[in-house]
Structure formats: C-alpha cells, structure tokens
C-alpha cells in the first residue's frame, strides 16, 4: 500500500486493516482498507458519513456515535493501546453519482465534500 499525498498512513489498525486519514479542521476523514477493500467516510463533522460499495454503486450512509442502551458511548481498543470512537449507520443510504475506483477517488470525493 501507498501513501495518499496529504493524508497520514496508511496506519495497521489490526491485521489486514490499514486506515488513512485526514484532518480538515476538527473534521477527521478516514479510508479504511479492510483485506484489499476499502471504504471511506467522516466523524468530527455536523452529518458524519460513510461511503461504501454495495452491489455496483457506491452508497453514502449517515452516522452517529453509537452508544449502549444505557446512553454511553461506544469504544474499541485497538493494538492495546488506542481507544477508537465507535459509529454506526442511521440511515438506509443513498446512492451517489461519483466515479470511485481508487482509494485516491475516494480520497478525492471526501475532500471534495469539505472544500
């Protein structure tokens, strides 16, 4: 894997996960690649999302911190040593008219988003 001009990584987050990212303000942008596949999306923003392939379109679904029944947030540990907000869909997704054949479309795209 390369690196994105402009974006940190790509950082192991476990085996077989690689993660880019970006920060635009306090708005963080992130591509994971999850086995050789990879999707994209935003936290920090007012409407987080994610993009993903489904099918052969590419799909953008809204996000929100998850939590548990009890109201509190949801974390992951990663490598031991980093704790990772977790997000989940709210919405069934939409699809979006954006030609992604690359992490560097994707990069692109979410860029693009927050020009």
């Known amino acids: 894997m390369k690196p994105l001009t402009g974006w940190d990584g790509p950082d192991c987050i476990t085996e077989g996960v690689y993660r880019y990212s970006k920060c635009i303000s306090w708005i963080r ?3 994971d690649v999850v086995h050789g596949v990879f999707y994209g999306g935003t936290c920090g923003a007012s409407q987080n999302f994610e993009v993903e392939r489904e099918g052969d379109r590419w799909m953008r679904f809204e996000t929100d911190l998850a939590t548990t029944p009890a109201g509190e947030l949801v974390m ?7 704790w990772d907000v977790v997000y989940e869909r709210i919405s069934k997704g939409t699809p979006i008219e954006e030609t992604v054949e690359s992490i560097e479309d994707m990069a692109a795209f979410l860029e693009r988003c927050f020009a």
């Open 76 to 82: 992951r540990l990663r490598g031991y040593s980093t």
């Open 29 to 31: 942008l992130y591509i």
